[in-house]
């Protein structure tokens, strides 16, 4: 056993734990074919991102997780790493050559590709020391990089087996485009949201005809690349114009009147403008009815192929084209409008749908296998509900647009021939033409969408494609833990990532949990400000004070709010359990070893409550529930060994009878060891610290808690007739101190007690807690009421009456003059009270709720006077 300090100071333990952790290889995860695995894969974090309350939130989850299923005896593996990060990182490094006056294209694409390098091994760590600092207890042997060697085999791997499956494509297509990001984007990289605009209503004069058709466009300036009107075929108003071309306002250009049945008839005009380059609807139709296609806008979403309008931003061209329209009469007119805009999840800006050559992946052969396995339960969502969105995602889910316009990530393995124009698409490096012998190559320019990579993080981490023995132990993994934001980006390609490379589902079970939102229930952002630094929270609270607030607000799917002063109750919780282990420590003699023989009443109490806090803290887990778990355990801790059953031992530690003592300090330790394993997955290093001072040897040291066996659930430790026979004398308890505070009684006063009860042997093994915890002088039982009740307080619980006489618990002659001056007071305010109501004049004049409240008040003051002058009475009669 090692003394422990007299205070708790994270700051100082924390990473010397960790360190001991690592030294001791405690994270490894070990195949052991006599175990059973549990392998999680982090949520790769960004390699530019800093540790924030959502990393905090996910990663305290997993490493509880972990945790316990190690202290279980499982060959547990939580694999590290992070993500390359495509958009987000080429950002970061264009922004500091910005400040330096230059672009990537002053350095080119090798050398501005080692620039990035460079960065990621200069801050690219810092996200991974944060990890470590909040007590993540992840395999670091193991750390891998979206871009590493084998992550990259397997991208080229997979990329190529889906093109020979013909499932990977090329074409053009209308995809999402960033003006400022300057790249395509996929369907769930668009997030939509409301905003105010215009609705202008357009006419277009049919050709050789007094007649025109309205059509109504939110975006006006995409009218510059309509090529067709389209109207329902079953539209008698425009049955006659079907075949008819009409005339493109401000550009001149003649332009077909097609029948096709996507329009709705019903709405607005019923005429629709059809603009193939800019629209994935009328996309769709241009390719039915061979519809020309122009492209209107360029990569910075300026006007081009528009004629004067060249060169113009897109609103700066709306602008000038309404302005013209209105000129030319063509402006019908305008509506304000509320619509849903697709906009960048990385920087906000408005998307612009657009024609562009870009590389797909076809969804729908891919999405069966993947609806399969989580309708058949295969793979399980915590909470449920979000098995609806999964599917209703994944049964209209359109293909992948896999092609990004960036220089840093995993660049396409295609290579174009100017020979002979075939695409050699190979798993090495081409160096000549497959078809032609041509050396004459370029490769594609672009790379792939970070969530390529990141779709096969189950697998790839452990080796694929190469048949490992880790693959074949370690996967699928058990359980991925995830916020619910991130279901369509990340969650849903792993699965038919899985499914279509490794024939098996890639997880067991997917945890999602919700949002940190701030105490208003605001969503955090560096705009609004009201982001917390989970860092700074770790250096002045400790790890194990953030980690066991954010676990106890936890429910799965749900978000959650933040309050910091969580983290100082939390840390205050720490202390206490510092202290109580103190406590523990320094009434042991070091030779305590497992329970005694015999067991005492609140022995047997607390072995009880904590057997049934075990069976229910680990279903709990099991069901993931970790935030009522935690919750158990910290009033289990608090209250119940804490503030009650150390109390409880101290008139057997301080008795002088040494087996009486002896049965005290075993019961403590075994108690308080149990209590260390089960909160050790929430409050990793304030429990390990403890345990290494409680169980060290004569070297001082001690086996790591956390390799411990997590506790079980032991039926010869339930004494379901004891644990009640203790509760009934703590509610005695309870009640007498209540008693007491309701009349300001001293600790030192120890007045007499008549315990009148039907079950006098509880009361009598609990004489000493009485005295002790109720601060009682003389203990009686009796079966009967006593004759001079009426001069007693009384307490009453379920089990008992229990009587002190009032002359012992006050001091008669003051709480005489104290009464006395207090019904004097209220004789006045009822005489007042009275006299106001009686005057004619207030009864009639004041509002008829004033009068009432005022009769209230004076029937309240009299209750109060008699209840006062009965007490004044009986305690006349006692002086």
């Given at each position: 056993m090692k003394e422990l300090s007299k205070t708790y100071d994270p700051s100082i333990v924390e990473k010397r734990i960790y360190d001991m952790w690592l030294e001791k290889g405690c994270f490894r995860g070990v195949r052991d074919p006599e175990k059973k695995p549990f392998t999680i894969v982090i949520p790769p974090p960004n390699v530019t991102g800093q540790l924030h309350l959502g990393h905090a939130f996910d990663e305290t989850l997993q490493d509880a997780l972990v945790r316990v299923k190690r202290m279980q005896g499982y060959a547990a593996l939580w694999i590290p790493g992070t993500d390359h990060a495509g958009i987000a990182t080429q950002i970061k490094v264009e922004e500091m050559l910005r400040k330096e006056g230059k672009t990537r294209y002053d350095y080119g694409r090798e050398k501005f590709i080692e620039l990035v390098w460079d960065w990621k091994k200069k801050y690219g760590g810092r996200i991974v020391e944060q990890l470590k600092s909040l007590g993540s207890s992840c395999d670091w042997d193991r750390e891998r990089f979206t871009m590493d060697e084998g992550c990259s085999r397997a991208v080229r791997e997979v990329f190529v087996s889906l093109y020979e499956k013909g499932l990977i494509y090329k074409g053009n297509r209308i995809i999402n485009w960033c003006p400022k990001c300057t790249t395509a984007l996929s369907d769930a990289e668009v997030e939509y949201e409301e905003k105010p605009g215009k609705l202008w209503n357009i006419r277009y004069p049919v050709k050789d005809s007094d007649e025109y058709v309205v059509v109504a466009t939110t975006r006006p300036e995409t009218m510059l690349g309509d090529t067709g009107v389209a109207v329902h075929p079953d539209d008698e108003r425009y049955t006659h114009l079907v075949g008819k071309t009409c005339i493109l306002p401000l550009v001149g250009r003649e332009i077909p009147i097609i029948a096709d049945e996507?329009?709705?008839?019903?709405?607005?005009?019923?005429?629709?403008?059809?603009?193939?380059?800019?629209?994935?609807?009328?996309?769709?139709?241009?390719?039915?009815?061979?519809?020309?296609?122009?492209?209107?806008?360029?990569?910075?979403?300026?006007?081009?192929?528009?004629?004067?309008?060249?060169?113009?931003?897109?609103?700066?061209?709306?602008?000038?084209?309404?302005?013209?329209?209105?000129?030319?009469?063509?402006?019908?007119?305008?509506?304000?409008?509320?619509?849903?805009?697709?906009?960048?999840?990385?920087?906000?800006?408005?998307?612009?749908?657009?024609?562009?050559?870009?590389?797909?992946?076809?969804?729908?052969?891919?999405?069966?296998?993947?609806?399969?396995?989580?309708?058949?339960?295969?793979?399980?969502?915590?909470?449920?509900?979000?098995?609806?969105?999964?599917?209703?995602?994944?049964?209209?889910?359109r293909d992948w647009c896999i092609s990004r316009q960036l220089w840093w990530g995993h660049?396409?393995?295609?290579?174009?021939?100017?020979?002979?124009?075939?695409?050699?698409?190979?798993?090495?490096?081409?160096?000549?033409?497959?078809?032609?012998?041509?050396?004459?190559?370029?490769?594609?320019?672009?790379?792939?969408?970070?969530?390529?990579?990141?779709?096969?993080?189950?697998?790839?981490?452990?080796?694929?494609?190469?048949?490992?023995?880790?693959?074949?132990?370690?996967?699928?993994?058990?359980?991925?833990?995830?916020?619910?934001?991130?279901?369509?980006?990340?969650?849903?390609?792993?699965?038919?990532?899985?499914?279509?490379?490794?024939?098996?589902?890639?997880?067991?079970?997917?945890?999602?949990?919700?949002?940190?939102?701030?105490?208003?229930?605001?969503?955090?952002?560096?705009?609004?400000?009201?982001?917390?630094?989970?860092?700074?929270?770790?250096?002045?609270?400790?790890?194990?004070a953030l980690r066991i607030n954010i676990i106890t607000g936890n429910s799965p799917g749900n978000d959650m709010r933040f309050y910091v002063e969580r983290c100082e109750a939390m840390r205050n919780f720490a202390n206490k359990i510092w202290n109580a282990s103190r406590f523990v420590m320094m009434n042991l003699k070091g030779d305590e070893a497992g329970l005694p023989a015999e067991l005492a009443l609140e022995d047997k109490w607390i072995l009880s409550k904590l057997n049934a806090l075990i069976k229910e803290v680990t279903d709990n887990i099991e069901r993931f529930e970790l935030g009522i778990a935690a919750t158990k355990l910290y009033d289990f801790i608090w209250d119940s060994f804490c503030d009650w059953y150390i109390e409880l031992t101290k008139p057997r530690l301080n008795s002088g009878d040494e087996a009486a003592a002896d049965g005290a300090r075993r019961v403590l330790k075994y108690t308080l060891?149990?209590?260390?394993?089960?909160?050790?997955?929430?409050?990793?290093?304030?429990?390990?610290?403890?345990?290494?001072?409680?169980?060290?040897?004569?070297?001082?040291?001690?086996?790591?808690?956390?390799?411990?066996?997590?506790?079980?659930?032991?039926?010869?430790?339930?004494?379901?007739?004891?644990?009640?026979?203790?509760?009934?004398?703590?509610?005695?308890?309870?009640?007498?101190?209540?008693?007491?505070?309701?009349?300001?009684?001293?600790?030192?006063?120890?007045?007499?007690?008549?315990?009148?009860?039907?079950?006098?042997?509880?009361?009598?093994?609990?004489?000493?807690?009485?005295?002790?915890?109720?601060?009682?002088?003389?203990?009686?039982?009796?079966?009967?009421?006593?004759?001079?009740?009426?001069?007693?307080?009384?307490?009453?619980?379920?089990?008992?009456?229990?009587?002190?006489?009032?002359?012992?618990?006050?001091?008669?002659?003051?709480?005489?003059?104290?009464?006395?001056?207090?019904?004097?007071?209220?004789?006045?305010?009822?005489?007042?009270?009275?006299?106001?109501?009686?005057?004619?004049?207030?009864?009639?004049?004041?509002?008829?709720?004033?009068?009432?409240?005022?009769?209230?008040?004076?029937?309240?003051?009299?209750?109060?006077?008699?209840?006062?002058?009965?007490?004044?009475?009986?305690?006349?009669?006692?002086?």
């Amino acid at each position: 056993m090692k003394e422990l300090s007299k205070t708790y100071d994270p700051s100082i333990v924390e990473k010397r734990i960790y360190d001991m952790w690592l030294e001791k290889g405690c994270f490894r995860g070990v195949r052991d074919p006599e175990k059973k695995p549990f392998t999680i894969v982090i949520p790769p974090p960004n390699v530019t991102g800093q540790l924030h309350l959502g990393h905090a939130f996910d990663e305290t989850l997993q490493d509880a997780l972990v945790r316990v299923k190690r202290m279980q005896g499982y060959a547990a593996l939580w694999i590290p790493g992070t993500d390359h990060a495509g958009i987000a990182t080429q950002i970061k490094v264009e922004e500091m050559l910005r400040k330096e006056g230059k672009t990537r294209y002053d350095y080119g694409r090798e050398k501005f590709i080692e620039l990035v390098w460079d960065w990621k091994k200069k801050y690219g760590g810092r996200i991974v020391e944060q990890l470590k600092s909040l007590g993540s207890s992840c395999d670091w042997d193991r750390e891998r990089f979206t871009m590493d060697e084998g992550c990259s085999r397997a991208v080229r791997e997979v990329f190529v087996s889906l093109y020979e499956k013909g499932l990977i494509y090329k074409g053009n297509r209308i995809i999402n485009w960033c003006p400022k990001c300057t790249t395509a984007l996929s369907d769930a990289e668009v997030e939509y949201e409301e905003k105010p605009g215009k609705l202008w209503n357009i006419r277009y004069p049919v050709k050789d005809s007094d007649e025109y058709v309205v059509v109504a466009t939110t975006r006006p300036e995409t009218m510059l690349g309509d090529t067709g009107v389209a109207v329902h075929p079953d539209d008698e108003r425009y049955t006659h114009l079907v075949g008819k071309t009409c005339i493109l306002p401000l550009v001149g250009r003649e332009i077909p009147i097609i029948a096709d049945e996507y329009v709705e008839r019903d709405f607005g005009t019923g005429c629709v403008k059809m603009t193939p380059c800019h629209d994935p609807n009328d996309f769709e139709v241009g390719k039915r009815h061979g519809l020309e296609e122009i492209l209107i806008l360029d990569g910075d979403a300026k006007i081009i192929n528009g004629g004067k309008y060249n060169g113009l931003d897109r609103y700066e061209a709306r602008k000038v084209i309404v302005e013209d329209l209105e000129k030319g009469g063509y402006l019908v007119s305008i509506e304000d409008h509320i619509h849903n805009v697709g906009t960048c999840y990385r920087c906000g800006t408005d998307v612009e749908p657009i024609t562009s050559a870009q590389w797909f992946v076809k969804m729908k052969p891919l999405a069966k296998e993947a609806i399969r396995v989580v309708e058949d339960g295969s793979i399980k969502f915590v909470p449920d509900r979000f098995s609806k969105t999964y599917m209703n995602w994944m049964n209209g889910v359109r293909d992948w647009c896999i092609s990004r316009q960036l220089w840093w990530g995993h660049r396409i393995p295609a290579w174009y021939c100017a020979d002979c124009g075939h695409v050699t698409v190979s798993r090495e490096d081409a160096t000549k033409c497959e078809k032609c012998g041509s050396a004459n190559i370029r490769q594609d320019e672009d790379v792939l969408d970070t969530w390529f990579s990141s779709a096969l993080w189950p697998f790839s981490t452990l080796g694929w494609p190469d048949k490992t023995e880790d693959l074949a132990y370690f996967y699928p993994t058990s359980v991925l833990v995830t916020g619910y934001d991130i279901i369509f980006f990340w969650v849903a390609r792993m699965i038919f990532s899985g499914m279509e490379h490794m024939k098996e589902v890639p997880f067991r079970t997917v945890l999602f949990h919700g949002l940190i939102r701030d105490a208003n229930g605001k969503k955090m952002s560096k705009s609004a400000g009201n982001g917390i630094d989970p860092i700074e929270m770790i250096e002045k609270f400790g790890a194990d004070a953030l980690r066991i607030n954010i676990i106890t607000g936890n429910s799965p799917g749900n978000d959650m709010r933040f309050y910091v002063e969580r983290c100082e109750a939390m840390r205050n919780f720490a202390n206490k359990i510092w202290n109580a282990s103190r406590f523990v420590m320094m009434n042991l003699k070091g030779d305590e070893a497992g329970l005694p023989a015999e067991l005492a009443l609140e022995d047997k109490w607390i072995l009880s409550k904590l057997n049934a806090l075990i069976k229910e803290v680990t279903d709990n887990i099991e069901r993931f529930e970790l935030g009522i778990a935690a919750t158990k355990l910290y009033d289990f801790i608090w209250d119940s060994f804490c503030d009650w059953y150390i109390e409880l031992t101290k008139p057997r530690l301080n008795s002088g009878d040494e087996a009486a003592a002896d049965g005290a300090r075993r019961v403590l330790k075994y108690t308080l060891i149990e209590i260390l394993k089960l909160l050790h997955p929430f409050m990793p290093f304030i429990t390990e610290e403890i345990y290494q001072g409680l169980c060290a040897d004569e070297s001082g040291e001690a086996e790591p808690l956390m390799v411990q066996s997590w506790p079980a659930y032991d039926a010869a430790l339930d004494f379901p007739s004891d644990e009640a026979d203790m509760e009934s004398l703590m509610e005695a308890i309870k009640a007498v101190r209540a008693l007491r505070a309701e009349k300001n009684v001293p600790p030192s006063k120890k007045p007499a007690m008549i315990v009148v009860t039907g079950k006098p042997e509880i009361f009598a093994k609990g004489e000493a807690f009485l005295k002790k915890l109720a601060y009682a002088g003389e203990v009686t039982l009796a079966s009967e009421t006593p004759a001079d009740a009426a001069s007693m307080a009384a307490a009453v619980t379920s089990d008992a009456h229990i009587y002190i006489p009032l002359a012992e618990l006050i001091d008669v002659a003051a709480e005489i003059k104290r009464v006395e001056k207090e019904l004097a007071a209220g004789r006045t305010n009822l005489e007042r009270l009275t006299a106001k109501l009686n005057n004619p004049g207030f009864v009639s004049k004041a509002p008829e709720q004033v009068v009432a409240a005022e009769r209230e008040k004076a029937e309240k003051q009299a209750s109060v006077i008699a209840k006062l002058e009965e007490t004044l009475k009986t305690l006349s009669a006692m002086a």
